[in-house]
């Protein structure tokens, strides 16, 4: 029997959760078959939820990377200065990687490398992470901030600079060394000095002159 959109949709976050819990107590990544056979269900019912493993991983990550998605939004969202609005940005984000590090690190460990290991995968949420990025940017722009810079170019450059409080692996390595007060001030630094017109050819603020 077919199923509904409502009752495949429940099922998919059903399993992808019930995965996740598998991954946490057996501390590895789980396979298409042992998935299913956990899922209680029929293999053709579970092939009616799950085409094939790329399907179950694309509902493992929009599971797991739920919460992100809804502090970016909130944070785009929130009526805050743009450099306030940047920060929580990227802040909100961080806490919620930092917090289930320190929960369980090789649980984290392990979700790190099965995203690594599908990155095309979650492709789509690194872009769609830097499509608000470009929304915060715009807004900071509206207030003066970025002169003479190109859209495209500070999101480069602003990735580049947090990129460690936004890629989840830089926790393993760097842990504590990672602080909420660090972030502050860099996105300060930020606003204080990312300018196209300024620095001549090293687009900052500084007497930096790159040689070639």
Request: aromatic share 10%; with cysteine.
């Amino acid at each position: 029997m077919a199923l509904s959109e409502e009752t495949r949709a429940a099922e998919r976050k059903r399993i992808a959760n019930l995965v996740l819990d598998l991954v946490k107590t057996r501390g590895t990544e789980i396979s298409f078959a042992a998935a299913q056979t956990e899922s209680g269900l029929s293999r053709t019912r579970f092939e009616q939820i799950f085409e094939d493993y790329d399907d179950m991983f694309d509902a493992i990550a929009q599971t797991w990377l739920a919460p992100h998605m809804t502090v970016m939004e909130d944070a785009l969202n929130a009526d805050l200065p743009s450099n306030r609005k940047m920060y929580e940005f990227f802040r909100r984000r961080f806490v919620i990687s930092r917090d289930r590090f320190r929960d369980d690190p090789e649980y984290f460990t392990t979700i790190c490398e099965m995203g690594a290991a599908n990155f095309e995968r979650v492709r789509s949420y690194v872009d769609l992470a830097d499509h608000y990025l470009c929304e915060v940017i715009v807004h900071a722009q509206a207030d003066g901030y970025f002169a003479g810079l190109e859209i495209d170019e500070t999101l480069s450059l602003i990735n580049q600079m947090v990129g460690n409080y936004t890629l989840p692996d830089a926790l393993i390595y760097l842990g504590d060394k990672l602080t909420e007060e660090k972030l502050a001030q860099i996105v300060d630094t930020i606003f204080i000095g990312l300018s196209g017109e300024t620095g001549g050819s090293a687009r900052g603020v500084n007497t930096i002159r790159v040689t070639s």
